[in-house]
């Protein structure tokens, strides 16, 4: 059999020791004559005041070393407590302030004795005797009845009892806030947990004393108004720096499907019933104003139509009189300008045919015609002789015309000076 050349070792773990070895040595070697260089010049150059020099140590520990003298130790001694001690300082100038903003309570206990403080800003604190926890003053939320990552509903917080003695799953949202940070900290191990516990006793307590149509349908409202109110008064007797914002029902519903399915058809229909109550109740707010409006302008109308009316009356009544009193005076003048005036109104609404021998038709100009009788009327200061000429003449020619239409104009005619006179 073949001898191991190694005397029955591993050979990589002898050829390792070897190595060491021979580092080992010629570590030693290097620092002996590395001291030994050191220690020279320090003899060489080094000298005390009453000319003698320095000498060489006489010690050397195992590895050659020389072993220094007292004096270096306790140097370095004194070195490591001055960065001690500017290491303490520095940690106790870095923990003798605080920052408080203004969404925090900052609790600061002294020695065990607690202290609010809410005004936000810098503020100083004894390092290593004071002690700082900060507690939010925001509003936090507290899911009952359900899971808010997966919207599950759990079975032990959700089922409930009705007055009428239906299952019905309840999920409540509660909203709260630390009203004492103090309290809130230490009159209570867990203030959260005492506050759910108290929520659930009274929403089990007030579902249980209505109907399941209330709780799923119209009375949420008053439910969570009720709730609120007793767990805000308990809140205030446990004193444990925790208050009530708000309480609400997020979902109501019968625990089978056919029974919710009845549930939604029924407040469906109430909806619809408030949809149209509302929406008449607005036609009826926008109708009613309008024909009020409506009825006040009528009646405004009217009655600027009458007094319209009688003021025309009592206008023609006027006129009237101040005519009877001319025609008193003048009864021919009178009667020949009322004629004249009727003549302006009726004829230019009429259509005049002049009818020769031969029997051909010829409809007289309308617009020379009314000029000609706004002429007339302009010449109505003229002498009482030629105004029964004129009206003579016209008589004239309009019966010297043939035919039903000419008799028509002409029986229209002037009245008679000598008639006129004898009236």
Avoid at 104 to 132: C, D, M, R, W
Avoid at 345 to 369: A, H, N, R, W
Wanted: some cysteine; aromatic content about 8%.
């Amino acid at each position: 059999m073949n001898q191991n050349p190694f005397g029955g070792q591993d050979p990589f773990d002898f050829l390792r020791r070897q190595m060491e070895e021979q580092l080992k040595q010629k570590q030693q070697s290097q620092r002996q004559k590395t001291n030994k260089t050191s220690w020279q010049n320090q003899g060489e150059a080094g000298e005390k005041p009453d000319g003698s020099k320095e000498q060489e140590p006489e010690r050397f520990d195992s590895d050659g070393n020389p072993v220094k003298k007292k004096k270096k130790k306790l140097k370095l001694f004194r070195n490591a407590g001055t960065a001690v001690v500017v290491l303490v300082v520095a940690f106790a100038a870095m923990n003798s302030y605080y920052m408080l903003d203004e969404e925090n309570y900052a609790v600061v206990t002294t020695l065990g004795s607690p202290q609010a403080e809410s005004q936000a800003g810098l503020h100083f604190k004894i390092p290593f005797i004071q002690n700082v926890r900060m507690v939010s003053k925001g509003i936090k939320g507290m899911p009952i009845g359900y899971i808010p990552e997966t919207s599950e509903s759990v079975d032990e917080e959700s089922i409930m009892i009705t007055k009428d003695f239906n299952f019905v799953n309840t999920d409540f949202y509660l909203e709260y806030m630390v009203n004492d940070p103090v309290k809130y900290l230490y009159a209570s191990s867990d203030p959260e947990s005492t506050l759910k516990m108290l929520a659930q006793s009274y929403i089990r307590d007030t579902v249980g004393i209505y109907n399941v149509d209330d709780v799923i349908t119209t009375g949420k409202a008053v439910i969570q108004s009720e709730i609120k109110e007793k767990l805000t008064n308990r809140m205030i007797a446990e004193d444990i720096g925790l208050s009530v914002v708000n309480i609400t029902i997020q979902d109501a519903f019968p625990p089978t499907d056919e029974v919710l399915s009845a549930f939604k058809n029924v407040e469906n229909a109430k909806q619809g019933k408030e949809t149209a109550i509302n929406n008449a109740n607005k036609d009826r707010n926008e109708k009613i104003p309008q024909a009020e409006a409506e009825c006040d302008q009528i009646i405004k109308n009217a009655e600027a139509e009458k007094e319209a009316r009688i003021n025309e009356a009592q206008g023609q009544v006027a006129r009237f009189e101040q005519m009877y009193t001319e025609y008193s005076k003048y009864p021919l003048i009178t009667k020949q300008r009322m004629f004249y005036e009727t003549m302006e109104d009726v004829l230019p609404s009429m259509k005049v045919y002049i009818v020769d021998e031969s029997g051909t038709q010829k409809m007289l100009p309308l617009d020379s015609f009314t000029s000609a009788m706004q002429s007339s009327a302009a010449g109505a200061g003229i002498s009482d002789g030629t105004a029964s000429k004129n009206s003579g003449a016209s008589g004239n020619s309009s019966t010297s015309g043939s035919g039903s239409a000419s008799g028509t104009s002409g029986s229209a005619g002037v009245p008679d000076n000598t008639e006129g006179g004898n009236q």
